[in-house]
């Protein structure tokens, strides 16, 4: 057993908390950070369409995927949901589940229930499969907003159905080390795994600089092109989830696949996956350095959001410039509960407890820096009492602490 392996197999603890990534906070419009934007540049996708719709040179394949999309739009639009069934693989019980899920929000009118695709290009996969790269339309003769690719099986007769590998198909899982992660993934991926290394290796040299994390510590990657692959990856916004305990693993979706979903057309799906994943690679960190079910919600959540340069600056700027500004407790509070029904917590809520989290550890690390932040963890994990905990380590009554951290709020700006 090496070093790593006994620092990361103290008793685990099956508390599962997911990183929350609201489809508003992804879009929002945020300002994305120079190591953000610097990768966003390194993978800019070569333009998929140097010509317009009509030019596009139409194969068999291409003009089968234009059908079956054809008819999954007309079969939404009208509610059909036999129509609907009909575009999907139904070979696959756990995919025409999702579908019917799709289906039953559309319904509802939403995710994008007008929306309109058309394929660009299309790539050969195994087993007769295709990956075909889409532009998205918010309606049929509008201009595309967003891209994504979803993968189709050819049928006996020259059509194709909306699809994703079987577990068979998919096989035996494979292993491959980058730098000081390794990948665990399926052969299925082998063309995209050039790009989720480098992601993943960005993302943790990251995590390694700013909360300066044992050299030991060697995360693996599970990388699932099935959108239902893992029970912790669940929603569609999830693009990547740590299941605390394991501390060692962190579930990311693929690259290209129908559970990364899309991205706008100016960004590229390599820096979608950069914030999430760098915000579920510090939770393992944490967890090795300190069980990260012993410290305060906004005390982990703020640290992966921190690291992940992920803050919210506008819902949190809003919030305090109206005097909606929340105590870290109160956060934490929401971070726990946000998803239990009873209490009534909107998306909305739980996205700004993150932003308080955030903005709350970042003013902690600027005032007393990360070792204070990792002092403070660990006699808290120990005394089990915060005030006296605080106290002792950074010298400050808690409630002044909160005062302190009030005053400095008024002074971000949402720039
Ligand atoms: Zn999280």
Not at 133 to 150: D, H, I, Q, Y
Not at 276 to 288: I, K, M, S, V, W
Not at 379 to 389: G, L, N, P
Request: proline share 4%; hydrophobic share 40%.
């Amino acid at each position: 057993m090496d070093q790593n392996a006994r620092l990361c197999a103290k008793k685990p603890v099956f508390t599962r908390r997911m990183a929350f990534f609201g489809a508003t906070a992804a879009s929002s419009g945020i300002a994305l950070a120079r190591w953000q934007r610097a990768l966003a540049s390194d993978f800019a996708e070569p333009k998929a369409t140097g010509y317009g719709i009509d030019e596009l040179p139409v194969d068999d394949t291409t003009a089968a995927i234009r059908a079956c999309l054809e008819a999954r739009s007309d079969a939404l639009s009208r509610g059909d949901r036999k129509a609907f069934v009909a575009t999907i693989d139904q070979r696959n019980p756990t995919w025409r589940r999702i579908q019917g899920d799709v289906f039953d929000l559309s319904a509802r009118g939403g995710l994008g229930a007008a929306a309109f695709y058309s394929p660009v290009r299309v790539q050969e996969k195994p087993f007769g499969y295709v990956k075909a790269f889409l532009e998205v339309s918010p309606a049929r003769g509008m201009a595309p907003a967003e891209r994504t690719a979803w993968i189709f099986s050819r049928q006996s007769d020259g059509t194709v159905l909306h699809a994703e590998p079987t577990n068979d198909e998919l096989g035996m899982r494979q292993t491959t080390t980058v730098g000081g992660i390794v990948l665990s993934h399926y052969e299925w991926d082998a063309d995209i795994l050039d790009r989720v290394a480098s992601v993943a290796q960005r993302a943790w040299e990251r995590v390694s600089s700013v909360i300066e994390t044992p050299e030991t510590i060697r995360p693996i990657i599970s990388l699932n092109p099935t959108y239902a692959a893992h029970s912790g990856l669940r929603g569609f916004s999830t693009w990547a989830a740590y299941l605390p305990g394991s501390r060692t693993t962190v579930l990311l979706r693929s690259l290209e696949s129908f559970g990364a979903g899309p991205v706008t057309m100016s960004e590229s799906e390599d820096s979608r996956l950069l914030v999430p994943l760098t915000h579920e690679l510090t939770h393992l960190a944490n967890d090795c350095i300190l069980s990260i079910v012993k410290i305060p919600h906004w005390m982990s959540e703020g640290l992966a959001e921190y690291v992940a340069d992920n803050f919210r600056t506008r819902e949190f700027v809003s919030a305090v410039a109206s005097n909606r500004q929340w105590s870290l407790d109160k956060a934490s509070e929401i971070i726990e509960w946000g998803s239990d029904v009873s209490r009534g917590y909107t998306g909305n809520d739980v996205s700004l407890a993150y932003a308080h989290a955030s903005h709350g550890t970042r003013y902690f690390i600027e005032r007393f820096g990360i070792a204070r932040f990792w002092e403070l963890a660990r006699e808290f994990a120990s005394s089990r009492r915060w005030a006296d905990s605080f106290l002792t380590v950074t010298g400050v009554p808690w409630n002044d602490f909160g005062a302190d951290w009030f005053r400095w709020s008024k002074g971000i700006s949402a720039a």
